[in-house]
């Protein structure tokens, strides 16, 4: 039988948990080992702490895979007198590799929020932010004086609009009749303050590939005759299911409705334990039906959520502030439980794909590597 190697197990977890589904800042991979490196047991963890790493050698692992990026920043030293340079210098003189599926695992169909959701009763829906696919498109339509409607078309193009297929520089144009009123501060191209202006105007419309929608913007506005040029963008329908799509977060129903009251009891059930527990903020007889669940912090989805008619969000990591903003603009029930909690219990999904795919013996190192391990109440006094 050939051997297993460090590439090998990259291939699957990569099957997996796709880089491209990656948010741009993270970093996910290979973080140390050689791909060449024969491996005959596999162990799992939600971070490389020394500790994790230690264990992972101790216990005869070959390949250590996480979830919290060790090297998420730039460093000019991995020297064993540095920590992350200590936990490196672990692994590669106990010849184990390390292993990174961040974001791409978060997002990824089944994926961490999966296994959340499953946790907490919910058939995993569709993602709170589905990842645009690469080939995603958006419909424009600007206007512009015909005079100056090929110098745009131009700047358009070289930005990356206007592409269909093996066809380039393509566009639709409609002639009309555009009207505004300068007011005090204006600067306009044409007509004068305080007056109603009109003039002929051509509509150009193109399509153009979501991830360029940037470049574009910053094309139009520069090779734009107006100080204010009006423009619109349209989200074209992408052809995938959006109940399987993937993306960060889950939205999902539960068997039956509880109170927020019994279903914070019941998320601090089945997560694993902490040592500061759940809490929830929100009417605790509030009637808790459809959910949507985050992993790890998960406070920049608040304004998604409170759009997508859920009575409860569970993530990690929540603030005071943005949670009383939060509840006080209408938003629903949250239940915040700790980040290792929430993204923990992944390890378990990883392990069965490991070794369903190459056949290679797993261990999920168990150490709880939440950094909280006191939580305390005033002392009741009787009275």
């Known amino acids: 039988m050939p051997m297993t190697t460090v590439e090998d197990v990259v291939q699957t977890l990569e099957a997996a948990y796709p880089p491209h589904l990656a948010e741009s800042w993270d970093a996910v991979g290979l973080v140390c080992g050689d791909p060449k490196a024969e491996v005959t047991k596999v162990a799992f963890a939600l971070d490389c702490t020394q500790e994790v790493a230690e264990a992972a050698v101790a216990a005869g692992a070959q390949m250590l895979v996480v979830h919290h990026p060790l090297l998420m920043r730039g460093v000019t030293s991995v020297a064993a007198n540095t920590p992350k340079g200590r936990v ?51 419909l424009w339509g600007v206007h512009v004086p015909p005079s100056d409607a090929q110098d745009l078309k131009k700047a358009l193009f070289d930005a990356g609009a206007g592409t269909i297929g093996n066809y380039e520089q393509c566009s639709f144009d409609l002639t009309g009749q555009g009207q505004f009123m300068p007011v005090e501060g204006a600067n306009p191209t044409e007509g004068s303050l305080g007056q109603v202006h009109r003039a002929q105007e051509l509509r150009i419309q193109f399509v153009a590939p979501r991830s360029k929608r940037e470049q574009i913007t910053e094309a139009l506005k520069a090779q734009h005759p107006y100080e204010e040029p009006a423009f619109d963008v349209v989200e074209l329908a992408q052809a995938e299911d959006l109940e399987n799509a993937p993306g960060l977060g889950r939205i999902g129903t539960l ?28 009417d605790p007889d509030a009637v808790i039906s459809k959910v949507a669940v985050s992993s790890g912090a998960g406070d920049s989805f608040l304004d998604a959520v409170r759009g997508l008619g859920v009575d409860a969000y569970v993530t990690s990591d929540l603030r005071h502030h943005p949670v009383d903003e939060y509840l006080r603009a209408g938003g629903p029930a949250v239940i915040d439980a700790a980040h290792w909690a929430t993204e923990f219990p992944w390890t378990e999904q990883a392990s069965e794909i490991v070794h369903r795919e190459t056949g290679l013996p797993t261990h999920i190192i168990d150490l709880r590597t939440d950094p909280w ?8 006094v009787e009275k």
């Open 88 to 138: 490196v210098h672990t692994l590669i003189t106990g010849g184990c590799a390390l292993f990174a599926a961040h974001t791409n695992a978060d997002s990824a169909r089944p994926g961490v929020n999966d296994k959340l959701a499953e946790l907490v009763g919910i058939t995993a829906g569709r993602p709170i932010k589905p990842v645009v696919k690469p080939d995603a498109v958006d």
């Open 255 to 282: 068997p039956e409705p509880m109170s927020l009251r019994e279903f914070t009891q019941h998320v601090a059930n089945v997560l694993p334990e902490t040592a500061w527990g759940v809490r929830a903020a929100g």
């Open 373 to 380: 391990v006191l939580s305390t109440h005033p002392d009741k």
